[in-house]
Structure formats: structure tokens, C-alpha cells
T-cell receptor
Framework: DAGVIQSPRHEVTEMGQEVTLRCKPI?????LFWYRQTMMRGLELLIY????????DSGMPEDRFSAKMPNASFSTLKIQPSEPRDSAVYFC????????????FGQGTRLTVV | RKEVEQDPGPFNVPEGATVAFNCTYS??????FFWYRQDCRKEPKLLMS???SGNEDGRFTAQLNRASQYISLLIRDSKLSDSATYLC??????????????FGKGTRLSVIA
């Protein structure tokens, strides 16, 4: 099993540019989560999907952030326009049944906005 | 009150020592609990689930105190390879089939030779 696959692994972009992060969950998992990790705030939940449907996006910082899951095997997190304070590691995770079961994380995308 | 709180550490202990971490959670209805481990510049990975009666896996013991709403992780005979950040995890909502996990900020452990 390939696990959760995220791309790119690293992204350096200039302030104001659009950034798109990609995630392929583990096949058969029906819940997908986007987290952001910083030293100051730890792991923060941004948004999660059940069966491709967004359930709770209250963690999305502001309108510059958007996420989609067009099918069971693909999700994107987009930041437009990006700002230096968006610099963080963005993790995607999937699970068979969101709570009460193990969440498997991708290796993360390390985003630097300069 | 934050949903999950942990002492950030760092805990610096010599090899062979026993070390314990505590974590407090705010949702008294929580039924499931986990400890995840995160190595430097890596993704979090499940270390162990925490059962109501407590559970043990080799050198690792997890215990739950519902009355005080805290979870503990005990590591015996620490190894250099145990150096990592340990994250306490609780589901956002209980009795909901698909709910995300809420992570504490983690406790950093450094085992020194």
C-alpha cells in the first residue's frame, strides 16, 4: 500500500502567488483531513471530508484558503493569494472512519512563502 | 480551555530512564484516545490507542483517568530511538462516525546517551 501521497513535498513561492497542494488518500478510506502544522500552533485541522463531501471548514483561516475533493482519490488545498504567514507544513490524512480509528498521514508539504 | 493540552517539554532523559507524559482533554464525553509519535520533519504516526482499562505495548504503557480527564504515557527503559515528539489525540466529537482527530501540541522527548 502506497499510503497517503502528497505533492509537492516542498514549495517555495512569492507572496501573492497561488499555491495548490495535492493529496491522494489511501484507497478505500472515506475520510480525508487537511491539517497545518507550525511551531506556535501545533497541528490545526483546516477542513475535513467524508465521502468526498466537505463537513467542516471552520478551521480554514480565511477566504484565501479553499479545498476540494472531486473524487474519492484526490483532494486539493489552494491558497490564493499566498502570504508569508501561510508558511507551514501542510498534512493530508485519511482514515477509514474519521474518529476512533487511526488516521494515516502523508509526508506533508513544506510551504514557504517569501 | 483548549481541547487537548500537553506539557511541551522538552524532557531530556538519559538512556534507560523511565519518563511519563500527561495530557488533559476538555470533552468529558470523549471515549477514544490515542498517542501519536512524530519524528523531526516527519509525519505523525500512531503509537498506541488508549483503552479505558489502560494498555501496555512493550516498554510503553498508556493509562486513562476519566475522572480527572487526563491520559498518560509511560516509557520505560528509554532508548535513543525514542527521541521524538509525542502527541496526545482525542476525537473532535464522540459518537459520530466520521469525526476528525484533535491533536495536542506535543511533548518533545530527547533521550541522551
Amino acid at each position: 500500500d502506497a499510503g497517503v501521497i502528497q505533492s509537492p513535498r516542498h514549495e517555495v513561492t512569492e507572496m501573492g502567488q497561488e499555491v495548490t497542494l495535492r493529496c491522494k488518500p489511501i484507497s478505500g478510506h472515506n475520510s480525508l483531513f487537511w491539517y497545518r502544522q507550525t511551531m506556535m500552533r501545533g497541528l490545526e485541522l483546516l477542513i475535513y471530508f467524508n465521502n468526498n463531501v466537505p463537513i467542516d471548514d471552520s478551521g480554514m483561516p480565511e477566504d484565501r484558503f479553499s479545498a476540494k475533493m472531486p473524487n474519492a482519490s484526490f483532494s486539493t488545498l489552494k491558497i490564493q493569494p499566498s502570504e508569508p504567514r501561510d508558511s507551514a507544513v501542510y498534512f493530508c490524512a485519511s482514515s477509514l472512519k474519521g474518529g476512533g480509528t487511526e488516521a494515516f498521514f502523508g509526508q506533508g508539504t513544506r510551504l514557504t512563502v517569501v | 480551555r483548549k481541547e487537548v493540552e500537553q506539557d511541551p517539554g522538552p524532557f531530556n532523559v538519559p538512556e534507560g530512564a523511565t519518563v511519563a507524559f500527561n495530557c488533559t482533554y476538555s470533552n468529558s464525553a470523549s471515549q477514544s484516545f490515542f498517542w501519536y509519535r512524530q519524528d523531526c520533519r516527519k509525519e505523525p504516526k500512531l503509537l498506541m490507542s488508549v483503552y479505558s482499562s489502560g494498555n501496555e505495548d512493550g516498554r510503553f504503557t498508556a493509562q486513562l483517568n476519566r475522572a480527572s480527564q487526563y491520559i498518560s504515557l509511560l516509557i520505560r527503559d528509554s532508548k535513543l530511538s525514542d527521541s521524538a515528539t509525542y502527541l496526545c489525540v482525542v476525537p473532535l466529537q464522540e459518537n459520530s462516525g466520521n469525526t476528525p482527530l484533535v491533536f495536542g501540541k506535543g511533548t518533545r522527548l530527547s533521550v541522551i546517551a
